[in-house]
Structure formats: C-alpha cells, structure tokens
C-alpha cells in the first residue's frame, strides 16, 4: 500500500485512528481502527453511505478533529503534539478544502474569495488568484460575487481557493455533490489535474463518477476501512 | 483578452483593494455589516442614542454650571462679617482686626444700617438703610459713584416705586437727599439686597459702630484666608462675630451641579449599556448565521485571533460610527439650545464640554466593542468542525 513515489515520507497518514463520539444513547464508534496514506500525486475516492464516517474521515485527515486513539501524521510528524495555533498554520500552509456546498463568502468576489485563506497574511496572492481562477476557466469571473455564479463556477472558485496555498494535500468533500453531471466531470477533470501536479488528493463521495476518476477506491462502511 | 479585462478591473478598484490588503479585518468586516444594513443600522441607531443622550445632557449640565458660576462668581469673593448674637454692633476694634485679616486680599469695607421711610416724588416706602463710603466696591456696578457727598444711590426697584430718578430728591427721616445714582439690581450680587436699599454717606448714620463689615476679596481664595483670619483674630476666646462666607456656598452649589451632572450622565450611561445590550444581540444573531463560514475561515487556515479581531472591528465600527452621529447631533443640538434661550454660547464651549464629547464616543466605541466580545470569541474558539457542521 505504501508505493511512495520517491518524494519522501508521505504527505498525511492515518495510523490505527478510532473515533468514539458520546452519543445519546451510548457511544458511537465513528472511525474504527482506520489505517489510510495519502500519496503524491494520487486521486483516493473514500466512498460510502451516509453515516459512515467519511466525513469524520476527512476532518482527521484536515487536522480539524483529533481521533479518540491512533495518530495522524504529517510528512512523517506526529500532529497530535502541535497546538491549535500551529494546525491552523498547517492547514493554511499544507492543506487544501473544497467543500460540498462550496461554502465561499457571498460578500467577497471571486477573486477575493480564491485569496481568503491568505487574506491575512502580509505578502499579495492577488496575481495567483487570478492566475488559479485562469486556471479553473474562470478568468472573466473575476468581480463576480459567489451568487452570480452558476454552481459549477462556485465549485470551481472553491478548488481554486484550496490551491491558493499550494497544499500538499487536496481534501474534496462530495466534490460532485451540487453538480450535474456534466460541470462534476469538468470539476473532475480539474482535479486529475491538480493530482498530476503531485498534490494528494482524497475525494469523499458517493457519486460512483468520481471514483471513475480515482486512482485509489477504498470504501468505509460503519467506521471500517475496506480496500 | 481575459488577462487585459482583469487588470483593467484592478485598476478600476486599486484604492478599495489596497485598502483591503491593508486592513484585511476591517475591509471584511464593512462587508459584513452591509449584509444586513437594516440590522447594522439599528444596533447603531442605539449607540448614537446613547451618545446623543450623553453628550447633550453632559454638555447641558457643564453650560449651566458654567453659566451660574460665572453669574455667581463674585458672590464666593465676599465674607460678610456681622456682629453675633447678643453683641452689639462692630466696633473700630473689630474693624480694625478685619482690615488686618484682609490686608493684601481684599477691601473691607464697613456698613452702617437700619430701616426708614423714604418718600419720593410719587410715592414714601419703607426702606433698608445702608451707609458706606465704598458703594462701587461693594456693589460693583458702574453708576454707582465712588463715594456719595450729599447724596444717596436708591435701588432700581424702590425707586420704581418712589418715582425717584437720578436728580431728583428722596426724604428719609425729615432730611432731603439728591439721587446720585440707581443701582441696577439685575447686575449686581451682593448680600445686601440692593433693589429696595438706599445707600448713603456714612455719616448720615448717628451710631458710629457697624452693623456689618463687608469683605470684597480678590479671589475666592483670599475669601477664604481671609474668613479664617478674621475668625482667628475676633472669635478665639469668645465668639464675638458671626463670619458668613459665601465660598462655602458656592462649593456646595458647585457641588450641587457636580452630583446632577453625575446622575444625569448616569441615566444616558444607561441609555448607552442598552445600547452594547443591543449590538451583544445583533452581534450574537450574525455570529450564528455566519457559523458555517467562520468554519470556513478556521478550516483554511485563518488563525482563531483573526477571526475574533474581524468580528471585534464589525461590532467596534457600529461604535465608531453610531458615536461619530451622537456626537454631531448632540453638538448641534446643545449649540441650538445654546442659540435659542438665554444661555451663553461661551458657557457651552468650554473645554469640559470637549471632554465630555470625546469621553461619550470613546464610551460609546468600548460599549460596542464590549457587545462584540463574547459573540466574538464564541465564534472564533468554537472547533472548526463543530461550526462547518452549523
């Protein structure tokens, strides 16, 4: 499973992660002993029904929920020793969302938008968010605001904002999920692109398109890795 | 073709994307704000309530206290001395003990009284009699001549009723006096009541004591000294004379306007805590609409500070800004009033009223500063997770 491609330790990696939630009646084992490496330049699809832990899956992997047991490693790094401060400087460095409803600023432009992870940094990523939005077929979108936009532009303004940073890893969370079939292949294709450029990429889904696109399928089914 | 549109587009808005990048919590928040104008505007519309009731009350207050003063002023320079119960009246020895207590500080200056009919060309009215040699020391008024040779000064009120005007004739007790001067009671403040008084040339007087020593002194220091002095000469073996400082008086009416300006700023201070009551609410609503992309910001990695410092700015400006309108039309307003009735523009702009301008606004902007705190922070420390799933 651990095929590196020569580029050194792997970008993010799962290790024995369990996730136990307090539930109303009882607890819920949401991830159960989940082993998973993210590999450069590799497009995973995490498919599975509602409910079962893939979302939970992905929020490990983006260092936005820490696991009940088990380690999540960054470039051969243990995460669970940085502080909160130091993750979010992970995520906007390393890391890269597209969510499912796209979730842009409505009050912010395109542009604006693509620039938002970085907007409070001193250096301008203005030219790269033109560059990126160029990139996506968006670039006479530019000043739109998100509700001038079709669904698949959003979709595209948010893959342009998770690449902003350069991420080591593309985190896609129902990338398709808003999408016909058409604008998801296209989104899709765009992210085969951003695989190619050496950029991990795990799509949680379960839109059986995008694991057309995959290199990887593995299914998670009640908490449980299979694949 | 594509390239070309999107730099004439920077172009065209350089300066507001400039601004941006240089404040990047304020520019977000502005357009936080104008998402719901309506809702911005009235958490706003509280604050400038606030600061308009604060601001014109405390301007108000100020002005009168300052118009009274200055009406009241020469009131706290005097120290009316006066013979005390079961004494007699004052004699040179007392005189002369005050003149020592007030030398360098002011003008003594020593009255004969008493009460007589005084009938004029239209009329006889019972008058108080008083005799100086000092009348414009003692009345600080301009027609009141220097000293009165074979004449008397009337008050403008029993003159009124005599029919006496300067030049003609007044009788007190069988002997005929020339009417130098009216005095103008309007003008004058005096412990002596001047508007019914006759004042005449000391030695129309038979007694040769004093009813009462007037001091004027040069400050309401010296007033004090002076008092003091005239206590420890005249009352430390027995209590000899009564000293009645009237700085004492004007402390406490001083102090007077001190505890109403404190009660009424109090009242429009409440007027403002609802005001922060209102943007903590509104504050409080747009947090929670707004979870989801405050998830958004934390997930990319936008720093739980950041976050709080743009929500802190938004509640911060409906401060800056509601206080800025406050503060105008309550300036106005008191400049109006001020304008409008009796009261000196002069008492109005005086440097405590700019105090209370600047103190309103900065307890505005807090206020609304204070209101965005707890929204603020809730929002930004709450795990992204939970707050994407919201």
């Known amino acids: 499973m651990n095929d590196g491609d020569g580029h050194g330790s792997p970008p993010l990696r799962l290790d024995g992660i369990t996730k136990q939630y307090d539930g109303g009646g009882g607890t819920v084992t949401a991830l159960d002993d989940v082993d998973f490496t993210v590999e450069r330049g590799e497009v995973t699809a995490i498919m599975g029904p509602s409910g079962s832990g893939k979302s939970t899956m992905l929020n490990m992997l983006g260092l936005l929920d820490d696991p009940t047991t088990g380690s999540v490693e960054l470039l051969g790094e243990r995460v669970a020793a940085l502080s909160a401060r130091e993750r979010t400087d992970v995520r906007r460095k390393r890391v890269g969302f597209v969510f499912q409803d796209f979730h842009l600023i409505p009050t912010l432009s395109a542009v604006e938008n693509v620039r938002l992870p970085t907007r409070f940094l001193d250096a301008d990523y203005t030219d790269r968010a033109v560059d990126l939005l160029g990139r996506v077929g968006l670039a006479d979108r530019l000043r739109h605001t998100p509700d001038e936009l079709s669904g698949g532009q959003k979709q595209r303004v948010a893959i342009a904002r998770s690449l902003i940073n350069e991420p080591d890893v593309l985190l896609a969370d129902e990338p398709t999920g808003n999408l016909d079939r058409d604008t998801g292949e296209a989104v899709l294709g765009e992210i085969q692109t951003i695989a190619d450029a050496g950029v991990g990429v795990v799509a949680v889904t379960h839109d059986s398109l995008v694991g057309e696109y995959a290199d990887r399928t593995v299914e998670l089914v009640d908490g449980v890795l299979d694949g | ?390």
């Open chain 2, 1 to 390: 073709m594509a390239d070309e549109r999107a730099s004439d587009q920077s172009v065209e808005s350089s300066l507001a994307t400039r601004l941006a990048r240089r404040f990047p919590a304020g520019s977000l928040a502005v357009r936080n704000l104008s998402r719901q104008r309506l809702r911005a505007g009235l958490a706003m519309l509280g604050i400038v309530i606030g600061v308009f009731a604060v601001i014109t009350l405390g301007m108000l207050g100020t002005a009168l206290q300052t118009a009274a003063l200055a009406e009241l002023g020469g009131l706290g320079n005097q120290v009316i001395i006066s013979p005390d119960d079961g004494e007699e009246n004052l004699g040179p020895r007392e005189v002369q003990a005050i003149r020592q207590a007030a030398a360098g500080g002011g003008t003594v200056i020593p009255l004969n009284s008493g009460g007589a009919s005084v009938s004029g060309p239209n009329g006889q009215s019972f008058a108080q009699l008083y005799g100086t040699t000092q009348p414009a020391a003692l009345f600080a008024v301009d027609d009141v001549p220097d000293t009165l040779r074979q004449g008397v000064a009337v008050g403008d009120e029993l003159a009124a009723g005599l029919g006496a005007r300067v030049g003609s004739a007044v009788e007190i007790e069988g002997n005929r006096y020339r009417v130098l001067a009216i005095i103008d009671s309007e003008g004058t403040f005096s412990p002596i009541r001047p508007g019914s008084a006759v004042v005449l040339p000391p030695d129309e007087f038979v007694a040769d004591d004093y009813a009462q020593v007037v001091v004027q002194a040069d400050s309401a220091d010296d007033a004090r000294a002076i008092a003091d002095g005239v206590r420890e000469r005249l009352n430390t073996r027995q209590e000899r004379v009564s000293v009645l400082s009237l700085t004492s008086v004007l402390s406490r009416i001083t102090e007077f306007f001190a505890l109403l300006n404190g009660f009424l700023l109090a009242v429009a201070g409440i007027s403002l805590v609802v005001a922060g009551v209102s943007i903590f609410n509104v504050m409080l609503m747009t947090v929670s609409e707004r979870r989801g992309e405050i998830g958004v910001l934390r997930a990319v990695g936008v720093h739980r500070d950041e976050v709080l410092r743009t929500l802190l700015v938004e509640s911060t400006l409906l401060g800056v800004v509601g206080g800025a309108l406050g503060a105008i039309l309550g300036t106005a307003v008191v400049v109006g009033v001020a304008l409008g009735t009796r009261l000196p523009l002069s008492a109005v702009l005086v440097p405590t009223n700019g105090l209370v301008v600047l103190g309103a606004f900065g307890f505005g902007m807090l206020i609304a500063l204070g209101g965005g705190l707890y929204p603020a922070y809730r929002a930004a420390w709450e795990p992204p997770v939970e707050s994407l799933r919201g």
